[in-house]
Nanobody
Framework: QVQLVESGGGLVQTGGSLRLSCAASGRTFSSYNMGWFRQAPGKEREFVAAISRSGGSTGYADSVKGRFTISRDNAKNMVYLQMNRLKPEDTAVYYC????????????????WGQGTQVTVSA
């Protein structure tokens, strides 16, 4: 079991930046691959970014590639999502997630989820 708590969401103008944080409980945080997902009203939850256990490998959805950066600090049990050049279509609830599965880019592959944090990008 791992408990995840997101923070850092808020209201930002188009072109602005936000840094989301995910705090994880437990002593086995470094065993998990971590991901960020987002869900807008009326839409399915979609993959945003993922990072491997050591932080050595990352992956991104095409829609955010080049704008978002995922990182982690295993010593602090933290995962981050730096979001730059934000667009109105980035507006969604953003979720942090954890899994023991490799190469996880799908919702169904993740076992643990945070409560989500709202990101709103105004035009």
């Amino acid at each position: 079991q791992v408990q995840l708590v997101e923070s850092g969401g808020g209201l930002v103008q188009t072109g602005g930046s936000l840094r989301l944080s995910c705090a994880a409980s437990g002593r086995t945080f470094s065993s998990y691959n971590m991901g960020w997902f987002r869900q807008a009203p009326g839409k399915e939850r979609e993959f945003v970014a993922a990072i491997s256990r050591s932080g050595g490998s990352t992956g991104y959805a095409d829609s955010v590639k080049g704008r978002f950066t995922i990182s982690r600090d295993n010593a602090k049990n933290m995962v981050y999502l730096q979001m730059n050049r934000l667009k109105p279509e980035d507006t969604a609830v953003y979720y942090c997630a954890a899994t023991l599965k490799v190469r996880p880019t799908m919702v169904a592959l993740y076992d643990y989820w945070g409560q989500g944090t709202q990101v709103t990008v105004s035009a």
